[in-house]
């Protein structure tokens, strides 16, 4: 992975776009969603630029550009028709510290706009560093569709009331899990009821999940996938497969299986903890009777069997 995502606080952020032109109109639209201060500097703008001129979310310097413009801003944006001027734009923002995208030239980059699905404050961005546009542009526009227009809605109730629930409740993820579970991904009219109804049951029961580390990770069955990113803790007999372990909640703790770990993950399913058990073939035999009493849930090709 040679660039990492990452989600930039744009509160008091400068941000400084160099060209005035279609493609600069269509950065200054997109950075106008967010609360970063914008300056473009152009001779001239096209209607679409100067129309956020108008509207007071972009200022304008009607200027050709000069080094010292960048001057007092955090990022920069080159967006002119000029491949030579944006090359010399980004050797001068680099020689400032200053982070700075070049649009069709992820060469000159220190960062790239990612293609985003916007449900404020959930923000989904691909990217694919620079090399496979059309791709992104394709991936974007089926989770357009996958994601309700609600979810935005949702994500807001949500974090109104996370601190009362981190408060009130001994296991707060799993208010939050039934909730999803019974809610789903959009904002409805009873959603709040359904939150009170995921207060009111008891906590969940814990559970053990079983996969051999053999199998492939991308023939586990689709309902795994939820179960797996819900982890608590992960317990493994030799290494977790990197494809396995990629799909599995980060935050799960990570522990070596071992005679010793069986009274750790007794202790866990009493508290309703979710509980992946990683083995090697060879050693589903050695390790079937130590596990029997926990009743556990094995992922196999395409299915889930108890």
């Excluded at 001239?44 to 413009?69: C, M, N, S």
Aim: charged share 25%; glycine share 8%.
């Amino acid at each position: 992975m040679r660039y990492f995502p990452l989600f930039h606080d744009t509160k008091g952020l400068s941000v400084v776009v160099i060209g005035g032109g279609e493609v600069a109109a269509r950065k200054l639209t997109l950075w106008s969603r967010t609360e970063a201060r914008l300056t473009v500097i152009a001779p001239r703008v096209v209607p679409a630029v100067d129309g956020l001129i108008k509207q007071g979310r972009v200022r304008h310097l009607a200027q050709f550009y000069h080094d010292e413009q960048l001057k007092g801003h955090q990022g920069v944006i080159t967006a002119t028709d000029d491949p030579a001027l944006n090359r010399t734009v980004s050797e001068h923002a680099r020689a400032r510290g200053l982070w700075v995208n070049v649009v069709d030239d992820p060469q000159s980059c220190t960062v790239i706009t990612p293609a985003l699905v916007d449900r404020s404050p959930v923000v989904v961005a691909i990217g694919s560093e620079g090399g496979a546009p059309v791709l992104v542009r394709s991936l974007r526009a089926r989770l357009e569709g996958l994601l309700p227009s609600s979810l935005g809605a949702l994500a807001r109730f949500i974090g109104e009331q996370r601190p009362r629930i981190m408060e009130q409740h001994r296991e707060p993820r799993l208010v939050w899990q039934r909730f999803l579970q019974g809610n789903g991904l959009a904002w409805r009219a009873d959603t709040p009821d359904r939150l009170a109804q995921a207060e009111r049951e008891e906590d969940a029961q814990g559970r053990l999940w079983l996969v051999l580390s053999e199998q492939q990770a991308d023939t586990l069955p689709i309902a795994a996938l939820t179960h797996l990113q819900q982890l608590d803790a992960i317990y493994h007999l030799g290494s977790v497969p990197e494809a396995l372990e990629a799909l599995c909640r980060r935050d799960a703790e990570r522990h070596a299986l071992d005679s010793e770990a069986l009274a750790e993950i007794a202790a866990g399913l009493k508290e309703g903890a979710q509980v992946l058990v990683v083995l090697p073939e060879a050693a589903q035999d050695q390790w079937q009777s130590s596990l029997a009493p926990f009743k556990p849930t094995t992922f196999v090709s395409g299915a889930v069997c108890p």
